[in-house]
């Protein structure tokens, strides 16, 4: 089990008892430490009216509801998409980068490997794979697109056949 975000006394907390966190549990989940509502709040409310304009949500016998401040939340869904930042995309990248210059940086240095870049590196590297990814499916999108044309299929067809594989917003291809 390891912590996710801040701890409490980085929150405020002066003995980091009784706080409200969040944890994940050695199989993946997740487990969060919060009030729970003693029916005169927001949990209560929702239990009573079942997540009323909620399409699908209730809690059920053996749940509870529980408030959490905004900030433990905050910190702690900021850690998860920080530790998945770049993706795979972005790690293939990278690899395909260091096999080009042989493992070493613009100084000459061993790069550094993917888990050891800062968040923001890894995440720079995500975007640009899929930048890349992207600029291949909006040309090959394209070319299908201008043979569907050339093939004899009207443009409002083809358009919306190579929309299929289009990153691109598809209204943008009706006014091409």
Request: hydrophobic share 35%; glycine share 12%.
């Amino acid at each position: 089990m390891r912590r996710i975000g801040s701890t409490p006394q980085q929150r405020g907390s002066a003995t980091g008892q009784s706080c409200p966190d969040v944890f994940e549990l050695d199989g993946g989940d997740y487990l969060v430490i919060g009030k729970i509502d003693s029916g005169n709040g927001v949990g209560g409310s929702i239990r009573a009216s079942s997540f009323a304009g909620v399409s699908g949500a209730s809690i059920g016998p053996d749940e509870r509801a529980v408030i959490v401040p905004r900030d433990c939340i905050v910190t702690a869904a900021r850690q998860i998409v920080g530790e998945d930042a770049g993706g795979h995309d972005g790690k293939h990248a990278y690899a395909a980068y260091s096999v080009i210059v042989d493992g070493l940086n613009y100084r000459g240095e061993p790069m550094p490997e993917w888990d050891d870049l800062p968040v923001k590196i890894r995440a720079a590297w995500g975007n640009a794979a899929m930048g890349v990814r992207n600029r291949a499916l909006m040309q090959a999108s394209d070319k299908i697109r201008d043979r569907l044309i050339v093939d004899g299929v009207d443009k409002a067809t083809a358009s919306h056949a190579a929309a299929l594989i289009d990153p691109r917003d598809p209204k943008s291809l009706d006014s091409e």
